[in-house]
């Protein structure tokens, strides 16, 4: 009999595990096109990421649902500053979506500062800065931005995707998208999907920036 | 002899049990998972950003833009909406698989109560009939009749989520209530299999041993006082089966009255959580002055996420029923397929507690 009950722990363990992993099979429902800056202060040190985040058409929509404005269909930057207050306010929960290393060790950001929406051609895009807490001059810095659940999916511009703003001359930097097949980049497949860890599923989705400076 | 070919019987039955478990909550793992359990498939050029879940995943992405643009395209061509239903239906099927969908409810409860595969379409198509009905209410409501911002109608939909979480839970704790009953019942069956047998060889030859005296949740009991050899109350034979048969409810105990209110439950408790996807569909079409489009995208989208759920449960039933006939009537058997029932039911328990505190990863509400 205790055979039975290992048995049947052993099961209970098994349906716990297969719900875990297919719970981790999150899908997107908001698109979001980034372009970020990293910026620089004078002396070398990185101060801050600056993002601008454009919101596919649905979301858009749906975020503007309900916005009274002077001119049906014409938002201004006035009228939306509300809709960016609670944006940015939200965001806070998610980390902003933003993990930034500086030599291997995870630095914080502060609350976002100069944030705004922007209406153009029916899509919103969210520009706010995001100030490091404290600015570092490391000689690897990573900042990945990615949806840890997948509910956004972080797609980077085509067109300069990332531009550093002040970096000393001798800065490279780097970026890679999730899936454009890079050395080192994760690979979306099953084994990702049937780790049964979702609680950072959606780091296999990142977009890795990357700065090396001298 | 007969206990050397139960465990070898048992044995099977829980390889099929595993297979039950495994499709319980997710096809895709079982048909599409190489190694379910994230070893290292065994070589083979896999084509990398894919496999079959990326493929599912760019597929969904695919659906979901093009049904803005054609939304947008209904607006002066008519026949665009013909476009946009196909759409939807696809993107219903697809979605589905993610979670969030009351799948692994469904199929839970369906192994839980013992229920028919037909059952199980019927609760699929019901719980995704009424998600759908529920995101249009809430579109309806909120954005068409008050014109509420988005912070508001989110407002709603957190506040219906947690309701739903909660209901799962709270339809969880009874199905692992009624169900932990004939668990126990069956485990001590199995307990006092052995010291019966083994007590008959000696000295217990006429007795019968009557158990049924006691009440089945006083086994122990039972067995203490058959040890002292208390058996007073011999009425023969009448408890036989008690000897390498279930305890267990029958089938058609569990399926009575109370059955199709149950399913009402599970109906309810996966039903009132509307899809995220269908009200951003529902708040872009109303935008675009195409509400009816919207609507109607929603409910054939509903009908796509009920046929995968559907999919998911009967091979969920299917699968238990294999199980069931290979334990056959057998003692080991009524136990494991009672602790499959008994899980199933702790699952549905342990998933309604695991979305309200957020440990399980369902759908966000697009909040912010």
């Known amino acids: ?214 | 002899m007969s206990l050397k070919s139960g465990f070898a019987r048992a044995l099977t039955i829980c390889v099929a049990a595993a297979v039950v478990m495994l499709a319980l909550d997710s096809v895709v793992n079982v048909l599409m998972a190489q190694t379910p359990f994230g070893g290292p498939r065994p070589s083979g050029a896999e084509p990398q950003a894919g496999g079959i879940v990326g493929w599912l995943l760019s597929k969904q992405s695919e659906f979901y833009h093009q049904m803005s643009s054609t939304i947008r395209a209904a607006k002066s061509d008519g026949s665009a909406v013909w476009t946009l239903l196909a759409i939807s239906f696809a993107y219903g099927i697809f979605h589905a698989v993610g979670p969030g969908h009351g799948k692994a409810v469904i199929s839970s409860y369906l192994v839980a109560n013992q229920e028919t595969a037909r059952r199980g379409i019927v609760l699929s198509f019901a719980s995704a009939l009424m998600q759908s009905l529920v995101a249009v209410v809430i579109v309806g409501i909120c954005a068409w009749l008050l014109n509420a911002t988005a912070k508001t109608m989110c407002g709603a939909e957190r506040v219906i989520e947690i309701a739903s979480y909660a209901l799962i839970a709270a339809f969880g704790a009874r199905l692992v209530w009624s169900k932990g009953g004939g668990f126990i019942r069956a485990l001590q069956a199995s307990h006092s299999m052995p010291a019966m047998a083994l007590a008959g060889h000696h000295d217990h030859a006429g007795h019968g041993h009557d158990h049924h005296h006691h009440d089945h949740s006083h086994a122990h009991a039972a067995l203490h006082d058959h040890a002292h050899g208390h058996d007073e109350h011999d009425h023969g034979h009448v408890h036989d089966e008690h000897c390498g048969h279930s305890h267990g409810p029958a089938p058609s105990e569990l399926a009575g009255p109370g059955g199709w209110r149950r399913g009402f439950g599970a109906i309810f408790a996966v039903g009132v959580r509307p899809c995220s996807g269908a009200i951003l569909v529902l708040v872009f079409a109303l935008a675009q002055g195409m509400f009816w489009a919207g609507i109607a995208a929603t409910f054939v989208m509903g009908l796509g996420t009920a046929i995968t759920v559907a999919t998911i449960a009967v091979i969920a039933v299917s699968a238990k029923d294999l199980a069931r006939r290979l334990s056959g009537a057998s003692e080991g058997g009524a136990l494991v397929m009672r602790g499959v029932e008994f899980g199933a039911a702790g699952l549905v328990l342990l998933f309604g507690v695991g979305l309200l505190l957020g440990y399980v990863a369902a759908e966000r509400v697009t909040c912010f």
């Open chain 1, 1 to 214: 009999m205790n055979i039975a009950i290992r048995r049947l722990l052993g099961l209970l363990l098994a349906a716990v595990l297969a719900l875990g992993a297919s719970a981790a099979q999150a899908h997107p429902h908001v698109w979001i096109t980034a372009i970020s800056e990293l910026i620089y202060a004078p002396d070398g040190s990185i101060t801050g990421v600056r993002h601008a985040w454009t919101f596919d058409d649905m979301f858009t929509t749906y975020a503007l649902q309900g916005l009274e404005t002077k001119t049906k269909g014409v938002y201004s930057r006035e009228e939306l500053s509300s809709l960016a207050q609670t944006n940015v306010e939200s965001l806070k929960e998610y980390g902003f979506f933003t993990f930034a290393k500086a030599d291997g060790k995870k630095e914080k950001f502060q609350e976002p500062v100069d944030y705004f929406l922007e209406y153009k051609d029916t899509t919103l895009t969210l520009h706010f800065t995001l100030p490091l807490k404290t600015p570092v001059k490391p000689k690897d810095l990573a900042v990945e931005v990615f949806d840890p659940s997948f509910f956004i999916d972080f797609g980077f511009a085509k067109k300069d995707p990332v531009r550093l703003v002040g970096a000393p001359a001798a800065c490279q930097v780097k970026f890679q998208r999730p899936n454009d097949g890079a050395a080192g980049a994760q690979k979306i497949g099953e084994q990702n999907f049937l780790s049964g860890d979702n609680s950072n599923y959606g780091a296999m989705f990142a977009n890795k920036i990357s700065v090396e400076c001298p």
